[in-house]
């Protein structure tokens, strides 16, 4: 009988110790929307309060928010390496192709960092926690859904641009070039489909519509009249005038799935989601089910939170987002 107590006593003793190991520092690898509940419980209404009135200020900047941690995640997973500067050791992302004059917002996330800093009262919130943050409150701004935010990355000490230059899509692309990108970041269509729905929110620059709007036949003819005004055949002085996304750019609505079927997606790779291909279907139930649209953007936008992060004692706590300490 007492060497069976002795054994219970051990094994509830392992369960114990287990548990607690799990409590404290989190299982490896493994994100929680809990993780700064007791450290610096005021950390994520702090980040929401800054990203309402960033987004009260000027409603486009919650989509460039949404994007960066998009452009974030897709590089090396997310680890703030997009958010570095450069300097002679570090190869900012910031002058990749798809980010060089085209990503915005990192004055905000300054002022966030600061803020989150001053209120926990030491650097205890990484960057990219920041970003993920960041990126549903900023949907949540533009009356888009709300979800629960998997926690406890920890921030690059590099940065990575030509990765950047190659693992980010490109507008130009058609449906199997976006299948294979996603695909690379362990996304499926529905991800696709889903999170290119973030186009339903902010604008895009006319040297990446162009040839769209010049070139492709899969698009309604006045609607590219209209943008042409705008955005002359011919690279030059109108190349960054914007267009919006979908007609309400700042209403995270179905909008922009209404446009694909209607041939009045902006991009040509927005446009390719609705041409006879595998992702048809989606465009069409999104287009006509916002809740379906709304539960499905915010479990693929978990799962792209989800890529590959530093957890545990990997990377580190930037103390500035901009440099490493
Ligand atoms: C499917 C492949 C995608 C491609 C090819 C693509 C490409 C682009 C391009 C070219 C722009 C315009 C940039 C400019 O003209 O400066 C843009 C804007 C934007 N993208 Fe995407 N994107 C994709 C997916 C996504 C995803 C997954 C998200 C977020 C979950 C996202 C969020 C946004 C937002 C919110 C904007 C507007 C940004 C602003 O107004 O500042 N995109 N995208
Ligand atoms: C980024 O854009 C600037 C113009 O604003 C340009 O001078 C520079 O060459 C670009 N950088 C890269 C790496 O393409
Ligand atoms: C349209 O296509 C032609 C032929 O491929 C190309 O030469 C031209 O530059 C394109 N124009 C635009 C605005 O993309």
Wanted: charged share 15%.
């Amino acid at each position: 009988m007492a060497p069976f107590i002795a054994n219970t006593w051990k094994l509830h003793t392992l369960i114990v110790l287990v548990a607690i190991a799990c409590l404290c520092f989190g299982v490896k690898g493994q994100l929680m929307p809990s993780f700064y509940d007791n450290v610096c419980p005021q950390a994520l209404p702090t980040i929401k309060a800054i990203v309402q009135s960033a987004v009260y200020n000027e409603p486009r900047m919650g989509a460039s928010l949404l994007r960066m941690h998009f452009h974030d995640c897709f590089v090396h997973g997310c680890d703030a390496s997009i958010l570095l500067d450069q300097t002679p050791a570090i190869n900012s992302e910031k002058f990749a192709a798809p980010n060089n004059n085209s990503i915005r917002g990192f004055e905000v996330i300054d002022r966030i960092k600061a803020e989150v800093d001053r209120v926990c009262g030491s650097p205890v919130v990484s960057c990219a926690d920041i970003l993920a943050v960041t990126a549903r409150d900023s949907v949540v701004a533009l009356g888009g859904p709300w979800w629960n935010v998997p926690l406890g990355r920890r921030d690059s000490t590099d940065a990575y641009q030509s990765l950047a230059n190659s693992a980010i899509p490109s507008p130009f692309m058609e449906l199997s070039a976006l299948i294979n990108s996603f695909n690379d970041q362990g996304l499926d269509i529905i991800d696709l489909v889903a999170l290119s729905g973030a186009h339903t929110i902010g604008f895009a620059q006319c040297r990446v519509f162009r040839s769209r709007i010049y070139n492709d036949t899969n698009i309604d003819s006045s609607f590219a009249n209209s943008l042409q005004q705008n955005c002359a055949r011919s690279a030059g002085r109108t190349d960054s005038n914007l267009a919006p996304l979908d007609p309400t750019s700042a209403r995270f609505d179905t909008m922009y799935y209404n446009n694909l079927v209607n041939q009045k997606g902006l991009l040509h790779s927005d446009q390719a989601l609705f041409g006879g291909g595998s992702t048809e279907e989606l465009v069409k139930t999104y287009n006509s089910d916002y809740q379906a649209f709304w539960r499905q953007f915010a479990k693929s936008m978990v799962k792209m939170g989800n890529i590959k992060p530093l957890t545990g004692y990997d990377g580190q706590i930037r103390t500035n987002c901009r440099r490493v300490n």
